[in-house]
């Protein structure tokens, strides 16, 4: 069975551009999830999406990053414009069902903000 | 609030030695609970959950809710159980604890 697939694996940007980034859920997996890590930090939850609708987006800074799934498969997280703060690994997961399930995670992508 | 807290950030051990990661949480309702461990060079990943009672890799974890805790625990320490430990638990969302990182001297 194929894993979470994310892309790009790394990116550098400077302060105030713009960046986005893409992952592939397990087929037939109905929750996706994407996670913030900072480092020295666990994983901080930005948005979860049930199918193609939101569940839960509370801890996404809203005024800079947006999410969407266009079909309720595969997820963009966007970042406009990025802070030096925004500098993470950002994890995408998905489960079958709710956030109560076993979560399987994608490698992530480190993103660096210079 | 849900919160969860790993005490220790960095835990060393001796093959062979027991290991206890400690997790407490706080939350007011009846939570699912966690740990995922994360191995060099490899994803994030589901170790055990404290609803299917299971042993993975020897390590089992109880849930204390009188005490609010979820110590995950191996009688024995192999070297390659050196990783980081996640605590998380399940309420309106998975919260993650800071992590232990765990390592096994031979």
């Known amino acids: 069975e194929a894993g979470v697939a994310q892309s790009p694996r790394y990116k550098i940007i400077e302060k105030r551009q713009s960046v986005a980034f893409w992952c592939n859920p397990i087929?037939?997996?109905?929750?996706l999830y994407w996670y913030q890590q900072i480092l020295g930090q666990g994983p901080k939850l930005l948005i979860q999406?049930?199918?193609?609708?939101?569940?839960?987006d509370s801890q996404l800074p809203k005024d800079r990053f947006s999410a969407e799934r266009l079909k309720g498969v595969d997820s963009t997280l966007k970042i406009q414009p990025a802070k030096l703060e925004d500098s993470a690994v950002y994890l995408c997961?998905?489960?079958?069902?709710?956030?109560?399930?076993?979560?399987?995670f994608g490698p992530g992508t480190r993103l660096t903000v210079l | 609030a849900q919160r969860v807290t790993q005490p220790e950030k960095l835990l060393s051990v001796f093959k062979g030695a027991p290991v206890e990661l400690k997790c407490n949480y706080s939350?007011?309702?009846?939570?699912?609970l966690f740990w995922y461990v994360q191995y060099s060079r490899q994803r994030l990943q589901l170790l055990l959950r404290?609803?299917s009672r299971e042993s993975i890799k020897g390590f089992t974890a109880d849930l204390n809710k009188g005490e609010t805790s979820f110590h995950l625990k191996k009688p024995f320490a192999q070297e390659e159980d050196s990783a980081m430990y996640y605590c998380?638990?399940?309420?309106?969302?998975?919260?993650f604890g800071e992590g232990t990182q765990l390592t096994v001297n031979p």
């Open positions: 087929s037939g997996h109905a929750t």
């Open positions: 999406f049930q199918n193609n609708g939101v569940v839960d």
């Open positions: 939350y007011s309702g009846s939570p699912e």
């Open positions: 997961a998905s489960s079958l069902r709710g956030a109560d399930n076993e979560q399987f």
């Open positions: 404290h609803i």
């Open positions: 998380a638990f399940s309420g309106s969302r998975l919260t």
